[in-house]
């Protein structure tokens, strides 16, 4: 095959959790052209990556630049890593030879490689799917780690940025929001941990986009005791924002975007998840990969919410203590 399209139009930790796959494809198939067709918002993660040759950034309010693109291209084949309705249509239409997807869904038969299987009880990590999801052409691989290439300059910004702010490396970022792509701690459940932090000696940078900010503030003022944490208050890119990243000594989030960033550049995690009652959300499917992390559930059947309150700061504390040792 000459040139291969790998499909995955969604976050930033769908991306990130698809590069193995890209790696993989690349690997077998050194000499083909690889594009991957993105979300506009998560696209810039690709930049630097030696086995991306190409992004298509995926606008669904204008499908028809859509199908001419890829019918200009002349893929040889396309992985549907993310399986949407609208795009098996484009790829079918596209008259792509080789289109490989998941088989159980009624727009399959846009597929002529189908292939069996099922995240719905999450008993795999989210890379291993998306190789699976190219059937044949990678029998046998597996993921090991997630692929974001930082460049130096990037870093050297990352740094520059937070000597502004008053911030060595070796701080602890507290990213508390998700936006509601998964359970996670109340905002009041944050403040507490962010004060318990700084009154234990931690240095504290909270981070957050846009529509997080005024949240943001709100836990910074709950700590008004004990110093304050330091807000990431400008609106960076992605990949601003990972230069940033890699200078932290731990993130602690939720299960959200960057945290995959944080794993891809060798930083730390600590991460809330929902009991497994919540299927989809396993941490077997999305935890991060090829990182030092530390993973807590909640032992309750409790609602949503207080589900995920009931996870003490005493432990999440002992768990950082634990991590950072390492």
Not at 67 to 87: C, H, T
Not at 175 to 187: D, F, I, K, Q, V
Not at 211 to 234: H, N, S, T, W
Request: aromatic share 8%.
């Amino acid at each position: 095959m000459n040139k291969i399209l790998i499909s995955r139009t969604d976050g930033v930790g769908d991306l990130l959790l698809t590069t193995p796959l890209i790696h993989e494809v690349k690997a077998k198939y050194p000499e083909a052209k690889l594009t991957v067709l993105v979300s506009k918002y998560a696209g810039e993660l690709l930049l630097n990556n030696p086995d991306v040759d190409g992004v298509i950034a995926y606008d669904k309010n204008d499908p028809k630049s859509l199908l001419s693109k890829l019918r200009s291209e002349k893929f040889d084949a396309v992985i549907a890593a993310y399986p949407r309705p609208g795009l098996a249509w484009h790829f079918f239409m596209a008259g792509i030879p080789q289109r490989y997807g998941t088989a159980s869904r009624w727009y399959s038969i846009f597929y002529n490689k189908p292939v069996w299987m099922s995240r719905k009880k999450s008993e795999k990590s989210e890379a291993d799917y998306n190789i699976m999801s190219a059937g044949r052409l990678l029998d046998g691989a597996r993921a090991i780690k997630e692929y974001y290439y930082i460049t130096e300059e990037e870093k050297q910004k990352g740094l520059e940025y937070l000597r502004l702010k008053g911030l060595s490396p070796g701080f602890i970022i507290i990213h508390p929001g998700s936006r509601g792509s998964a359970w996670n701690l109340s905002e009041a459940a944050y403040a507490k941990l962010t004060n318990e932090l700084l009154n234990n000696g931690y240095t504290v940078l909270l981070t957050g986009g846009s529509p997080e900010k005024c949240m943001l503030f709100r836990i910074k003022d709950y700590a008004v005791q004990v110093g304050k944490p330091v807000i990431m208050e400008e609106e960076l890119s992605l990949r601003e924002f990972a230069g940033v990243i890699s200078h932290a000594a731990v993130l602690i989030s939720g299960s959200t975007g960057p945290m995959h960033i944080a794993a891809a550049l060798g930083v730390k995690t600590l991460s809330f998840f929902p009991p497994d009652i919540a299927a989809a959300m396993k941490p077997k499917r999305w935890a991060p990969l090829g990182n030092k992390q530390a993973i807590i559930q909640p032992d309750s059947k409790l609602p949503k919410v207080r589900a995920m309150d009931s996870i003490g700061t005493e432990l999440i504390l002992s768990k950082l203590k634990e991590l950072m040792a390492k």
